[in-house]
C-alpha cells in the first residue's frame, strides 16, 4: 500500500520560498510519478507538478512554471517541490499524489493528507 506524508508548509510572506517534501512508501510501480496537488478555500483541486521518478522529468501547471521545480531524492524515497516567488494566490492545502504509468496524465491514484501554505501580501 502506497504512503504519502507531505510536511514543509506554513506561513511566508509574498516573494517568499518554500520547500515541501513528500516521503513515499510503498510499492514502486504504483508510485512511478509523483506530483503535487492543491486545493484553495472554495475552488477545486488543481494540479500543480508531477515527476517521474525513473529519470526525473516532470511536467508543470502553466501557474507554477519557472517559479516551482519538483524533483526527487530516490534513495530517501522522497520528492521535493521548491517554491520560490510565492504569491497570495498560490495559498492552498498541497497535496502529494502518486501514480503508476509512464506517461505524464496528472491524475494520481494515491493522496496525502496534505500540508497548508499561506502566503501573505
Known amino acids: 500500500q502506497v504512503q504519502l506524508v507531505e510536511s514543509g508548509g506554513g506561513l511566508v510572506q509574498a516573494g517568499g520560498s518554500l520547500r515541501l517534501s513528500c516521503e513515499t512508501s510503498?510499492?514502486?510501480?504504483?508510485?512511478?510519478?509523483v506530483g503535487w496537488v492543491r486545493q484553495a478555500p472554495g475552488k477545486e483541486r488543481e494540479f500543480v507538478a508531477e515527476i517521474r521518478r525513473s529519470d526525473g522529468d516532470a511536467d508543470y501547471a502553466s501557474t507554477v512554471q519557472g517559479r516551482f521545480t519538483i524533483s526527487r531524492e530516490n534513495a530517501k524515497n522522497t520528492v521535493y517541490l521548491q517554491m520560490n516567488n510565492l504569491k497570495p494566490e498560490d495559498t492552498a492545502i498541497y497535496y502529494c499524489?502518486?501514480?503508476?504509468?509512464?506517461?505524464?496524465?496528472?491524475?494520481?491514484?494515491?493522496w496525502g493528507q496534505g500540508t497548508q501554505v499561506t502566503i501573505s501580501s
Open positions: 510503498g510499492r514502486s510501480s504504483d508510485m512511478s510519478r
Open positions: 499524489a502518486a501514480g503508476s504509468g509512464w506517461w505524464f496524465t496528472r491524475n494520481f491514484d494515491y
